[in-house]
């Protein structure tokens, strides 16, 4: 599967992923608005929510309509979508699946992980098929999924498994990009040579990244925050056929010079995601021009200007 | 809310908790092939996934309906019912109430974790209410939930202020109960005192529980592996006021005697998960002459003889 990322990044020529996150203050009011004037059309037990998630799925249908042909992929961060129950994961469902009818490779921003039979169960639900008795049918079927690895390999074995089985990718987190990942993440371990436990949960995704390789890169991906560029460089010396997602580009400070520890020589190895900075341009005073209704175009523009900005690192 | 569970602990003499982990060869065959033949009653969208959901919500009224009376709360691991998409959440959620209803206090297994944004995002979901714009409505509301400290401090404090808006509660994954647990959770930092990196999370998890206490505990617990009672005797000096949610009894390994260590003199601090054990019961020896049909007397019969051999635990 990282190859057919790797393929549509070249094509595009823009290693960038774009983050579906429809909190409410990033939804057009007008959408919003309409949807509530409307009669339920779900079950009815809760009809903000399912207004929302009518909402949401014109924002998402909209703004994949308006940038599917710029960038390679996007990252659905499922919490968005949980927080409104039943009909936001509907909404979240009807997302992945319109991307991928339009050609996107989607990343489910998940961060699960658990015992190895809990994680299995993950694994199915999001990675291709899940399988029960006799039967299998998909339930949320994305092309990669983000994985939190403080169970350790057993809790992390089962998406690598499913990686292979199903031809899909996950990337594991390793450095975050929020302002306490350092918390536990930087702590110096004592084997003797002063190395982080970061660095220790980088030797593992190496590990686990051997045994799924597609091509030069591995399906077992890592997660390395934008917002912390020195880490990047360890990170990528430590784990050269790791492809990164890199968030915090943007919104959460991350510039492009920051970007370049992350990526090979060879102009791979690493996709940035923005998720504010794209799906919220409307709001910035930059895209004002658009206004809340043409919203779409201002995300639309704001990939173009992130394309410019990333040029350097990309060849 | 944690004296809520304490007192319901304390009335059905009972420090145990019943984990509802439908997964599908947990589920008797009848139930199955009952539902797989009636029509499809939901968006019919995968008849298989409805009929195992339905399934799945008449095996645990059945449980609920059979142990309520014995145990002061069940867990849901929500994977088990993520599996199975949309009409799987549906039954998750309907599991949610169903228990709440019947006097139960739900733990919701949901080991979410993630920037500070994300995880305020999913504590509305799981923890009281979601908020967005001037509407607020419930998603997956249940009384505790299970928390992934691996982003630090950043992602778990909008879990901690949902306790306290809320008055609900949560147990942050410190020593879990898997064989591989250790490969990070184990590694000794160079902190000069030979300290391992899951007491650093105890140190968090007793400064973040100081912010939410509720008589003598705190509403912010720990998970705390059966299978690892060496571990469970170090972790209870460090957090005293710390309640304790204990996985790995029975099926995954740990005996009665292991758990001694999680519990205080006064005979609180913890609470023992019991899953397959318990819902399971029908397929074992001991419970043969319960049949299939009768599973729910069987988990009656396990959770009675589970009680029994906590009793040494528990005054």
Partial sequence: MIRNLI?????KEAPIVVGLDPAAKLIPQHLIEEEFEKEGCGSGEDPAAEAFSRAIIRFNERLIDSIHDLVPAVKPQIAMYEQFGIPGLYAYRHTVEYARKKGLIVIADIKRGDIGSTSEAYAMAHLGKSRAKEYSF??????????????????????VEACNR?????FVLVKTSNPSSGEFQDRPVSDGNGRLLYELVADKVREWGELSMDGDYSNVG????ATYPEQGRILRKLMPKTYFLVPGYGAQG???K??????????????VNSSRGIIGAYRQEAYA????????EAAREAVLRMRDDL?????
């Fill in 254 to 256: 991350g510039t492009a």
């Fill in 289 to 296: 021009s658009y206004g809340e209704e043409r919203f779409d």
């Fill in 311 to 315: 040029k350097i690192l990309f060849r």
């Fill in 7 to 11: 393929r549509e990044i070249q094509k």
């Fill in 258 to 271: 920051d970007l370049a520890p992350f990526f090979n020589e060879d102009g791979l190895g690493a996709i």
């Fill in 166 to 170: 199903e031809d899909r990718g996950i």
């Fill in 138 to 159: 998909p339930a949320f079927d994305a092309d990669f999924a983000t994985v939190n690895p403080y169970l350790g390999s057993d809790g992390v074995m089962p998406f």
């Fill in 222 to 225: 890592a997660v390395t925050g």
